[in-house]
Each structure stands twice: as structure tokens, then as C-alpha cells.
């Protein structure tokens, strides 16, 4: 991973600017602290600007791009849960019925494969594929129905010097999602401050387990808490006809990663319940059992995921730990011009 010095002045700029937990549109692109070290995967036609990540905010947020007019990206992408849904499998514009977990949209910046399976190359593959899939976007009626509003036509002008089309909405999605950056949590404060003090004996506990005896950091690599690879620990393998995530033609194209998923973020997972790629486990606690007792027996699972044999104590702690992941980005609603 290569690092460069450019955040530094964005970093200096935010802290003298970032009153009162208010997002000013000079903050929409503020890096939290925590995620200094990782650089965005960001596509070289579409260089990210607080003008397109504001208007990419109101696009998330308004129904106008969907085909029946009534549903927006934030349907099952909600701020309050870090833009989950809180159901297990969620029900598209079209009624028809998903088969997968709405993921969280935190940090989604630095996947270079996106979606559970890895079938979306970048940012902007996977917005189009959404809008089309998701709400039945028809990007050409949309565009034209962006053009009706002035306050649009003016945002465009400014962000892309033209008017609304498929690419300058999927472009300004996509450049949104970008600053969806979750940091600046309980665990990024204690390791800044030379775990001194701060994260509690229980999460202090729980931090060393995941980082030792647990395993849990193979896989769940810091600073994002995924390792951005996929693995079989055997979720939904049970079902007649599994779903095969990874190693289907369209995403890995690759039999070995049968079952396979992408590692999910633990940033945040306090607020992401129900949990795995198909939502069947409800609370946190059953969720971090199931990894720290080796996931599920099937002929694909991954050999890194073995019995802990923890003790019910530990698996609190684990929990305690992932509790203090929860980060704290400032957020501020859009208005989403009428
Ligand atoms: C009806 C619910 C629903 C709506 C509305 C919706 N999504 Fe999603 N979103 C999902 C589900 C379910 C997945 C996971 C699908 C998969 O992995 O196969 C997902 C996955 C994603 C991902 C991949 C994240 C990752 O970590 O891999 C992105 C990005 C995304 N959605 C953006 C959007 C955008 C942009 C819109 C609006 C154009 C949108 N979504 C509308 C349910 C929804
Ligand atoms: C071999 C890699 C690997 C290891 C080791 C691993 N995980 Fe995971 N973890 C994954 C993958 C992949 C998923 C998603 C699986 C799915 O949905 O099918 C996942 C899912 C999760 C989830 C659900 C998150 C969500 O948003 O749905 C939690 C919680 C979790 N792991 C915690 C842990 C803990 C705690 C440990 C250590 C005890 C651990 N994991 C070890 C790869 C791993």
C-alpha cells in the first residue's frame, strides 16, 4: 500500500473547521483520524470534489432516480444504522425480493471489488449496477427529470461544468460514497494515544484476543478491519442450492472460492445487525460465536478458521472490543432540492 503526505492539510483543515459536529461543505471530504495510513481507490476520470460529493449526498437521498419515483438509495442504506437497513434481506423498487444483507456504505472508498461476491470492479461499476438493480433506475429518465429542477441544473453546472446524465449521477454517487469515511472511534483515540487509558479492562481484553488467540485479525485487518479478500466460513452453505458467492462467472470466476464472501468491515458493526452476507444471525454476540468457534463445517470453508475454544468471558470481551470500533464522523442530513 502506498502512502502519501496529502492529507495533512486536509487533516490540519479539519480540525480547525469541524465545530460543533456540524458537517460544513468544506468538511464533506475530512479524513477521520484512524484511517491515515490507506489511501482511497479512486477512478482517474472521476477525481473526487466536495461539489460532486454534496450533489452525490442529495442523489443518495432522492427518490427522483428510482423507476417508481418512491425509492432512494438510503431506502436500505440508512445513516442511523451506518447506512444499513437493519433487516436480513431487504425488497427492491421492482418488489422483488434481495437475497443478500444491505452492507454498510463506511469505507466503501477503499474497496478496490465491491458487493458480497467481489462482482463490482470500483465504485462507479457498482453505483450503475445499483441504481439499474436496486431501484429500477432508468438513468436517461432520471437525468431528465433532474433537469426539470433548478437547483440541480445548477449543482451539475458547478460540479461537472454540464447537466445531469448516467455518468454525472453515477460519478456523483460515487464521489459521495467516497467521503463516507467512518474513523475517529473509541479504539482509533486509545491506539493515538498510546493505548494509555481509555477502551475499558473488558475491551483491552477483547482487543488482544482478536489480535492473538482469536485470530480474528488475519482476516479482519486493521485500519478498515478486512483484509478486502473472501472467504468461506460456511454461512448459508447448509441450503439445497447454496449460494456461491465469490466463485460465481460473473464476479471471481474461481471454484476454490465456493461459498466465498468478502471479509465485511468491523467498523461500526455494533450498529450493523443482523449479521453475514444473508442476515441470518441476529445479534452481535451469535455473530462473533460463530467466527470464534470456526465458522460452519462445508467442503469449502477456509482452513483459517478454526475452534478458538474460547470461554463465554472471552467472547464477551471480543464483543466489548467491537464495541468501541464504532466511529464518529460528523453527520448532517442533505436537503434534497424540491
Ligand atoms: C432495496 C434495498 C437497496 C437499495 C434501495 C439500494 N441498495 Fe445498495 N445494496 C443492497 C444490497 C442487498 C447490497 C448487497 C448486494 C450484493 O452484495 O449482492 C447492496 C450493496 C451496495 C454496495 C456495495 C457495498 C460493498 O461493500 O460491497 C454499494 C456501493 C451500494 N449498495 C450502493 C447503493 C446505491 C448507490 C444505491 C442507489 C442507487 C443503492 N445501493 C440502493 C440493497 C440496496
Ligand atoms: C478466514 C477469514 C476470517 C476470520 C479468521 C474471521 N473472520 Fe469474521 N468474517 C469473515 C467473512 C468472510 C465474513 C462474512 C461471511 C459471510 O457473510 O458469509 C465474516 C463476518 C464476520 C462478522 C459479521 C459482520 C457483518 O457485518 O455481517 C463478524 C461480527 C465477524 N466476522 C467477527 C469475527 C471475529 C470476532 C473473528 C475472530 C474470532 C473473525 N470474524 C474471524 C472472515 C473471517
Known amino acids: 500500500m502506498h502512502r502519501t503526505l496529502t492529507w495533512i492539510p486536509l487533516a490540519l483543515f479539519a480540525a480547525c473547521s469541524s465545530d460543533a459536529g456540524a458537517t460544513a461543505s468544506s468538511d464533506i471530504l475530512r479524513r477521520p483520524p ?3 495510513g490507506v489511501e482511497l481507490v479512486t477512478a482517474a476520470d472521476n477525481p473526487l470534489t466536495a461539489a460532486k460529493a454534496e450533489l452525490g449526498k442529495q442523489l443518495f437521498f432522492d ?17 442511523e444504522k451506518a447506512f444499513t437497513d437493519g433487516k436480513a434481506l431487504s ?30 470492479q470500483g465504485l462507479e461499476a457498482n453505483v450503475l449496477a445499483a441504481w439499474k438493480a436496486q431501484i429500477a433506475g432508468k438513468p436517461e429518465e432520471a437525468a431528465a427529470r433532474l433537469q426539470t429542477v433548478e437547483a440541480y441544473r445548477k449543482s451539475f453546472q458547478a460540479a461537472f461544468g454540464t447537466g445531469p446524465s448516467e455518468t454525472t449521477i453515477v460519478q456523483a454517487l460515487a464521489s459521495f460514497l467516497r467521503t463516507l469515511r467512518s474513523g475517529d472511534s473509541a479504539y482509533d483515540r486509545w491506539l493515538a494515544g498510546g493505548k494509555k487509558d481509555g477502551l475499558g479492562e473488558a475491551a483491552t481484553r ?29 454461512v448459508g452453505m447448509q441450503a439445497e442450492s447454496p449460494d456461491v458467492g465469490a466463485a460465481a462467472a460473473n464476479a471471481l470466476n474461481d471454484p476454490a472460492k465456493t461459498g466465498a464472501f468478502k471479509t465485511p468491515t468491523l467498523r461500526d458493526v455494533a450498529r450493523t445487525a443482523p449479521y453475514f452476507h444473508d442476515g441470518s444471525v441476529a445479534t452481535l454476540r451469535e455473530a462473533v460465536q460463530r467466527m470464534a468457534s470456526g465458522g460452519l463445517a ?21 464483543v466489548a472490543f467491537l464495541e468501541t470500533l464504532t466511529g464518529s464522523q460528523p453527520w448532517a442530513p442533505p436537503v434534497v432540492p424540491q
Open 298 to 318: 462445508n467442503p469449502h470453508k477456509d482452513p483459517l478458521l478454526v475452534d478458538r475454544g474460547l470461554s463465554d468471558a472471552e467472547i464477551d470481551q471480543l
Open 63 to 79: 427518490p427522483r432516480l428510482s423507476g417508481s419515483g418512491t425509492m432512494a438509495c438510503a431506502a436500505c442504506h440508512l445513516p
Open 206 to 234: 477483547g482487543y488482544d484476543l482478536f489480535m492473538g488467540k482469536a485470530g480474528c485479525v488475519v482476516c479482519h485487518t486493521p485500519p478498515l478491519f478486512t483484509n478486502r479478500q473472501f472467504h468461506n466460513v460456511g
Open 91 to 120: 425488497v427492491r423498487d421492482d418488489g422483488k425480493a434481495n437475497t443478500r444483507n444491505s452492507p454498510t456504505m463506511h469505507n466503501v472508498g477503499y474497496l478496490e471489488r465491491l458487493y458480497w461476491d467481489g462482482r463490482a
Open 34 to 36: 484512524g484511517l491515515e
